[in-house]
C-alpha cells in the first residue's frame, strides 16, 4: 500500500494531495482547495508572487479605456524587469540555473516568478531576504516552491501555440526574455565561475606568502577591504 501511494503522489490519481500545487506551485482553488498543498521546508525554487505587472493588463487611459502598447515597447519593459530581478537575485543570494516569469491571466499565476538557485540554501537565505523587502511599491510575498521540472509545469499546448484557454490556464504560459539578455544572463554564470576560479587560486597564493612573511596586517586589510565592497553593492527592489 506504502508503494502505491508512493507511486501516485502529486499525479492526478492521489486524491489526498494537489497534483496542480505539486507541479506549479500554485492551484487556482488556493485555501480553499480540498487537497493538501504540501509546502517544502527546503527547495531549489524561489516563488515570488504575483512580482511582474504585465502593461498590456494594466494600461488604462482617463476615460479607462486601454492603451495600447507596442510589441517592441512591451518586449523591452519586460527585458528590463527581468535583467532587474535577475541581476539582484543572483548577486544577493547566489547562482541562479533557471528563472522564469509566468504569462498567465488567472489569479494564482499572474505575474509569477520562479527563480531556481544552484543551492538549496541561496534559496533558503533568497525567501527570508525578500519577504522584508518591496518591489514597484508593493510588499514582496516569496515562498519555497516545490517545482523543480518546468518541462511538467509548463502547458505543452502554449509551447505550440495551440492552447485554447489563454492566459487562463491553470499550467505555466511562461513569457520569454529576448535572445540577447538570455545569452548575456546566462553566460554571467560562467563568468563567475572563472573569476571564483581566480579569486581562490590568488588568496592560496596571497596565504602562502603571508605565511612565509608572517604578515598578519595584510590579510586584515585585505578581509576589512571585501567587507567594504560587500556593503556597496546596489538594492533596486
Given at each position: 500500500m506504502a508503494?502505491?501511494?508512493?507511486?501516485i503522489f502529486g499525479t492526478e490519481k492521489d486524491k489526498v494531495n494537489c497534483s496542480f500545487y505539486f507541479k506549479i506551485g500554485a492551484c487556482r482553488h488556493g485555501d480553499r482547495c480540498s487537497r493538501i498543498h504540501n509546502k517544502p521546508t527546503f527547495s531549489q525554487t524561489v516563488l515570488i508572487l504575483n512580482l511582474y505587472c504585465n502593461p498590456q493588463n494594466s494600461a488604462k487611459s482617463a476615460d479607462g479605456s486601454h492603451s495600447t502598447v507596442s510589441d517592441e515597447e512591451m518586449q523591452?519593459?519586460?527585458?528590463?524587469?527581468?535583467?532587474?530581478?535577475?541581476?539582484e537575485c543572483e548577486d544577493r543570494y547566489g547562482e541562479i540555473e533557471e528563472m522564469n516569469v509566468c504569462d498567465n491571466l488567472g489569479d494564482h499565476l499572474v505575474g509569477n516568478v520562479y527563480i531556481k538557485f544552484k543551492y538549496e540554501e541561496d534559496a533558503e537565505k533568497a525567501v527570508v531576504d525578500l519577504n522584508n523587502r518591496w518591489f514597484g511599491g508593493r510588499a514582496i510575498n516569496a515562498e519555497l516552491s516545490p517545482v523543480t521540472d518546468f518541462r511538467e509545469a509548463c502547458c505543452r499546448q502554449y509551447e505550440m501555440g495551440e492552447c485554447t484557454r489563454s492566459g487562463?490556464?491553470?499550467?505555466?504560459?511562461?513569457?520569454?526574455?529576448?535572445?540577447e539578455l538570455r545569452r548575456e544572463l546566462y553566460s554571467r554564470k560562467r563568468r563567475r565561475s572563472r573569476s571564483r576560479s581566480r579569486r581562490s587560486h590568488s588568496r592560496s597564493r596571497s596565504r602562502r606568502r603571508e605565511y612565509r612573511d608572517n604578515s598578519a596586517s595584510l590579510e586584515r586589510f585585505r578581509s576589512h577591504s571585501q567587507d567594504k565592497e560587500r556593503e556597496g553593492r546596489f538594492g533596486r527592489f
Open positions: 508503494e502505491y501511494l508512493a507511486s523591452e519593459h519586460y527585458d528590463n524587469f527581468f535583467e532587474e530581478v535577475f541581476v487562463f490556464c491553470n499550467f505555466m504560459h511562461l513569457k520569454p526574455i529576448s535572445r
